[in-house]
């Protein structure tokens, strides 16, 4: 939902005047509640959600280069080969201490509206873990680009004939069809999107690195995708604080292995994620893919530079009108598709079965590997015939089993004959399935917006 549109040459330099509007209409939101086809709702304010400069603008403290750059901590940042680094952990700051104005001296530079918003705490509210520019375009694009460019010392970058084969191999990766994005060649990686860093530290990241670059720094990297997997769905609740260890040490180790010039402020950021977490939820719910997605849309319906708002504005209004006017298919899940002689099962929204490698591969709630063949209805019960995986193995041991994590390795010689049924409730998850040896060896990760408890 927009609640508002600003327009000019350059980005706010006022905070009151950008902010103070928001803050009034909120209080009253949070004192009143808003009525609704004659019924009252409650509103409550669940986080603030930015990029790191936009934090550091609301809440008018010193930009991600200073001193006392940290939003969590009361770290002090050195400097190190013309970087800010931040080495270690130092003690977390307080609401209390932001609003007596403790921080004056170094980290907060000017007064901010939000203080007045009724109930917030301005240090826990405006979460850090951003996993679109934190983790995706932050931490896996500075590493994927160390290893293609050579700028991670004192490893040397891939040679021609390397990036050639793994361009080959991330051409040829086939995603089941709820990515919007297919892989694209190394050649193209300083134009890559978020979501395909996304797509590359998730799913292929643990087969295609593991030889690709050293020992160290892949059982490393372990720690990285480990922890955030787990910090990615509330099916992994019970691992959140072993992901904040991982997290931890992950920074930790970073300076043993790359260089203690690398642990700027998105580096150190990383041992604050685990506490986001925990208060607000999985990283996608408090990330800004949703929000930079709906600024893309909004970006197209200007047309020229002159008068832009205007333009904005009337074309919302007009969005706004037609989505009232049209009535959205309700549908129930699941159910089956019928294309010639394939059926196709939609289990729930953005989870589909068919056949073949790409989308025919799940995960039972007895953890068997199971590729889908085709699904029948009876007294409106779901029942899905495939083949399983009789054997399979964790795809690491390090730093724990990838088992709990569901990542499994398996050939297709391990593809059972015999067929097998199995009731839709029993599905857990589907599997994202990577291959790099042509559909001998496949390597098993979840999609993790289908994982259910």
């Known amino acids: 939902m927009v609640i508002g549109v600003f327009c000019g040459t350059t980005k706010p330099d006022n905070v009151e005047e950008y902010l103070r509007p928001l803050v009034s209409e909120l209080n009253h939101l949070l004192n009143n509640g808003i009525c609704i086809n004659g019924r009252r709702i409650s509103v409550a304010l669940r986080a603030i959600i930015a990029d790191t400069p936009a934090r550091s603008l609301i809440k008018g403290v010193v930009g991600h280069n200073g001193f006392h750059a940290c939003l969590k901590c009361k770290i002090v940042g050195k400097r190190f080969e013309r970087k800010m680094i931040f080495e270690g952990t130092a003690e977390d700051r307080t609401d209390a201490e932001f609003r007596s104005g403790a921080y004056c001296i170094g980290h907060q530079k000017r007064p901010t509206p939000l203080l007045d918003v009724k109930g917030m705490d301005i240090i826990k509210d405006i979460p850090i873990a951003d996993d679109l520019h934190l983790l995706h375009l932050g931490i896996m694009k500075r590493l994927l680009l160390g290893y293609v460019l050579g700028s991670l010392k004192p490893y040397k970058k891939w040679s021609e004939d390397e990036q050639e084969r793994i361009s080959n191999l991330l051409v040829r990766i086939k ?52 922890a955030v997997t787990l910090l990615s769905s509330n099916y992994y609740k019970q691992y959140w604080d072993f992901a904040g260890k991982l997290l931890n040490q992950f920074v930790e180790d970073f300076s043993v292995i790359y260089g203690r010039g690398y642990i700027t402020s998105n580096f150190h950021n990383l041992v604050h994620v685990a506490a986001d977490v925990k208060r607000f939820g999985p990283l996608p719910t408090i990330s800004s893919y949703p929000f930079e997605n709906k600024l893309q849309h909004i970006k197209r319906l200007v047309r020229t530079g002159h008068s832009c708002l205007s333009q904005i504005v009337g074309r919302l209004g007009e969005l706004r009108e037609v989505e009232a006017a049209s009535e959205k298919e309700i549908l129930n899940y699941p159910f089956r598709k019928t294309r010639q002689e394939e059926v196709i099962l939609h289990i729930r929204a953005d989870f589909i079965l068919r056949q073949g490698n790409r989308n025919g591969w799940f995960l039972t709630k007895n953890n068997e590997i199971v590729r889908y063949n085709r699904a029948s209805e009876t007294a409106g019960q779901f ?52 291959s790099l040896d042509e559909g001998v060896t496949f390597h098993f990760s979840p999609l993790t917006h289908t994982l259910q408890q």
């Open 175 to 226: 995603l089941p069809t709820e990515f919007q994005r297919s892989t694209r060649a190394l050649k193209f990686i300083k134009f890559w999107k978020g979501s395909e860093f996304r797509t590359f530290l998730h799913h292929i990241s643990i087969p295609l690195l593991k030889g690709s670059i050293t020992d160290s720094a892949y059982h490393h990297f372990k720690l990285f995708f480990m």
């Open 383 to 434: 029942v899905i015939e495939g083949h399983k995986i009789l054997r399979k193995k964790p795809a690491f041991s390090y730093p724990r089993s990838a088992e709990i994590i569901f990542n499994y390795i398996a050939t297709i010689e391990d593809l059972s004959p015999e067929a097998v049924r199995i009731n839709v409730c029993d599905v857990k998850c589907k599997f994202v399935v990577v």
